[in-house]
DNA sequence: CATGAATGAGGGTTCATTCAT
DNA sequence: CATGAATGAACCCTCATTCAT
């Protein structure tokens, strides 16, 4: 159930380099690479910059990728996965109420990406998807497509038995992710102004629980209602 | 209950254009920067294009303007204001349950941004804020803040007439919103692309109906709740 | 009879620049990238240095050009145009022996072209043929075929009218034209270099009567001459 | 009469590089380097891909020249040098009329420069001359003088055994020799154009016979000719 | 000797900004 | 007021050259 990743294990590397020689592994320029375009996004990016923060001259980032699209491409396309991995695992393992694996399942996603480096990649796919047609297409169907997927196959197991009450599964997909993603877009735009400073999201994981809490208040069937308090 | 304004009446242009107005005033020019940066996003607009589109010279933007970040600023300053200002005279004229307030609250922001061009400011304000933190202040208390204010008004409401139960107000609210915004980004990021051809998000109004029944469902008193057929 | 045209009439303006706004036409930049293009080959010029020949800046080449190669083409692409249109005339209106009037029509090629800084786009494409075919091929057709048309036109004259016996014509024309080929290729190649201080063709005009003379001898029929089979 | 030397003997390798040969001689690396200056020429040659032909490393080239311009200049040096030396042979041994000898003369050095690998190597010092006029000014002293110098030969022998009429010596090599260039010069420039289809010098030796023919019929005594002053 | 990863200066191209008309 | 030609700084990308292994 370890989510780590080579990607993800370097993403906070900048430390003075040092033996670079034989070891600055594409893995070190994907990881400043997503740093920058998360921060500055794509266009805004000088590969000077992310050669900089990887140790390296500019000339090496080409030894290793043919241009700054193919950067971008390599920098979102495996970040993601072994976190869906991850749930995909938890689906089939979990035993117990849907609601508690609907919720284990969605905490996972926050604790392994929206909290940390990697939940720039869901904002920084939105940001540039029209620009990007491509990759939009391919993260689309690696990531949004598989991660609807999973969340359908807890609802359904939820319907199957009988937990909850019968709604528009799509739409509820949509609903319950959206929050979580509205927290990932938000931390990686206004959130990273210092003059923003009333944090709407600023206690993630209580707000998340509330989210959770309301719409399995509103999925479960009704007999079951207990009142929660907040 | 009319939200049009001078941008907005202009947003829709496309027309070739006409032989050139004697007085070509900001607000065209900021009408066509609008519609350039929500497609593309503020570095991928240049400005040979929106004084193209607004059927000027270049040189006749720096008349107006200092700089492409100054029209930046003018383009999202007032874009989204006369539609706050309609939800707040609904706050104050409604008479009805809580509920159906706050349905036609969303639903009125979803039909006059939501729906229209003017749907792509948030998401553009999401794609630079880190790079524009001024502009995201700006916007973040002018917009955000104040429209967080006025559902907070109309949960209030509906706590104080005891037909919400207790629940994390703060939290609440950017639930509420969330999937609605969700829609705007999605629609001017992945759904802008071709390639992306399943539309979770096809049919906005019958999700919205999905989404506000679901939470209202969560949110009133027990007692009430009547199993809505979706 | 004429062979002017604006690329010739301003191929050797280096004139310091003057009220160049409104005037600095396409036709300087050709020249001034034709000058140097000439001297140094395609790779070889530096399109700062172009523009500083031309006394505008870099960018000002990319309002005419939409790049280096379509600054190449259009350089290569009317200039010797004229002089075949010269030479069309004198064939039309030629009266008297034909071995005169190759003579006149290849001295007017060598007059126009050849002792000209013309001459260097002969030379210039045959050095760049391989890695521009599509220049080269469009080269091909608008100039060297159309040259051995004009060629091939004056030596039917003459077998029309008995003044040569029967030869190879494709051949021939090769023959005729290769040493003013020559003479441009050394002179922009060899005889540019300050180190090569003897001049095969020191003299050109007198060289080129030589090979008029000797191959009009090889050419006319003669009482005694054997008619040679090729 | 055997013209072969270490740089030709290598010169037309291309198999798929075998298993490194521990000695990986200055001789295969001038040879890939003269194969793609000449199809490519310098400024488009990349050492990389002279490496790689030559089945060495990069750095591997540093350890035999200095240079990208010195192993040019290496290649140069001495491609075209054995050849001279059979001709300068051919010119003490052959007893015939200098008809023949001339004719035999060219075809040598056509079938073993012309119609090798080595005839890039005239186009090639054409293109670049101007840029590298040192490297010019070696090819020219002991290549284009000692070449031009075999023919002064080959011609006075024939003015000295009556069998030619007097002409201008020098021009005369010239357009003796003019034809052979241009037929290597075009090979290498539009003759590798695949869009160039129409071949004038398709036939090299019929051609060249033709030519030789021409002139021979110009150079040598008839009875009835009368001597042409130049 | 040989390697090949790394370098960094240099060139083509873009585009926000200016200013003479 | 308006124009649009001109500017030049900035950025992506290439590739000859170096050097630690």
């Known amino acids: 159930m370890n989510a780590s990743s080579a990607v993800r294990s370097t993403v906070a590397r900048t430390e003075p380099v040092r033996q670079r020689r034989k ?7 994907i990881a400043a690479a997503l740093e920058l375009f998360v921060q500055r996004g794509f266009a805004a990016t000088r ?4 050669a900089k923060r990887a140790g390296v001259s500019k000339g090496t980032l080409y ?5 700054k699209e193919a950067l971008f491409k390599a920098a979102i396309a495996e970040g993601l996965i072994p976190v869906l991995d991850d749930i995909d695992r938890m689906l089939e393992t979990f035993t117990g109420g849907t609601s508690e694996l609907m919720e284990a399942l969605l905490l996972h996603w926050w604790r392994n990406v929206g909290a940390t480096p990697l939940g720039g990649i869901p904002k920084l796919l939105i940001s540039e998807a029209r620009n990007f047609p491509d990759i939009a297409e ?5 990531v949004v497509q598989r991660g609807h997927h999973l969340i359908r196959r807890a609802l359904e197991r939820g319907l199957r038995e009988k937990e909850f009450r019968a709604v528009d599964i799509d739409a509820t997909i949509e609903i319950l992710f959206a929050p979580l993603l509205m927290l990932v877009v938000w931390q990686h735009s206004f959130g990273a102004c210092d003059a923003v400073t009333d944090h709407p999201f600023r206690a993630p994981e209580k707000f998340l629980r ?18 929660e308090p907040t």
Chains 1, 2, 3, 4 share one sequence.
């Open 23 to 29: 070891q600055a592994r594409p893995g070190e320029l």
């Open 47 to 50: 590969l000077d910059d992310v």
């Open 63 to 67: 030894l290793y990728f043919d241009s």
């Open 138 to 142: 391919y993260y689309h169907q690696v």
């Open 210 to 227: 509330t989210h959770i809490d309301l719409v399995m208040h509103g999925l479960r069937r009704a007999q079951n209602q207990r009142i």
